[in-house]
């Protein structure tokens, strides 16, 4: 059974719409991360997030805004959405105090036209 | 700041071939180092970690050695096989382990 679910698998959006990417975690982690992966970067952080708190940002956007309603949630909103914007993004998660071994859900790749 | 440089790739080899992926870092600490493996659609997979200087991890027939001194973590595989072609990534944790940083990925692509 995964351990970390990521919904949608694929998403097509359109310029200026508003999506946001699901994440929810069965490992009984409680830090949760975004990272994102485009054909121009590599594996790239974005947030992360412990017992249900920002700790680190690394996103200059705010059209970027995680959300935690659950401690095994962390979801990714993402407005007004660009071109540049398309990329997959991977949700990982973490044991405090083993923060260092992160484990990656399968993604959700995203594409705006 | 912490960086983490790797072979470029794609690195295509015959199965039965030796396999080396350089990675070499740059941190001003001693942080566990981080092998992943990515298969295509798939999310980043922990291969293996190495927790200390001078230690060697090893998993599915891969293995590396964490080298203080070289500030280098090469993966090696003496004998890679058609189901190894996948992207690798070295990694390391910030200091304030909130955060990996990847290299950029080496493509394997093994032919039989």
């Known amino acids: 059974d995964p351990k970390i679910i990521q919904k949608p698998k694929y998403l097509v959006a359109v310029t200026g719409s508003e999506k946001i990417l699901i994440c929810e975690q069965y490992?009984?982690?409680?830090?949760m991360y975004w990272y994102r992966q485009s054909a121009k970067k590599p594996l790239e952080f974005m947030f992360s997030y412990s017992y249900q708190k920002l700790m680190d940002n690394q996103t200059a956007s705010s059209r970027f805004q995680p959300q935690s309603s659950k401690k095994n949630h962390l979801d990714l909103q993402i407005t007004a959405l660009k071109p540049d914007d398309s990329a997959t993004y991977f949700c990982a998660s973490s044991q405090v105090g083993n923060q260092d071994t992160q484990y990656f859900g399968p993604g959700t790749r995203l594409l705006v036209l | 700041g912490d960086s983490v440089t790797q072979t470029e790739g794609p690195v295509t080899l015959s199965e039965g071939t030796s396999l080396t992926v350089n990675c070499s870092y740059e941190t001003k600490q001693y942080p566990t180092l981080f092998w992943y493996v990515q298969y295509p659609g798939e999310g980043p997979q922990l291969l293996f970690k190495?927790?200390?200087?001078?230690e060697k991890g090893s998993s599915r027939g891969f293995e590396a050695t964490y080298n203080k001194e070289a500030t280098s973590f090469h993966l090696q595989k003496a004998s890679v096989q058609e189901s190894d072609s996948a992207v690798y990534y070295c990694a390391l944790p910030t200091s304030s382990g909130q955060k990996l940083v990847f290299g950029q990925g080496t493509i394997l692509k093994v032919y039989l």
């Open positions: 490992l009984g982690h409680n830090a």
């Open positions: 190495v927790p200390k200087a001078n």
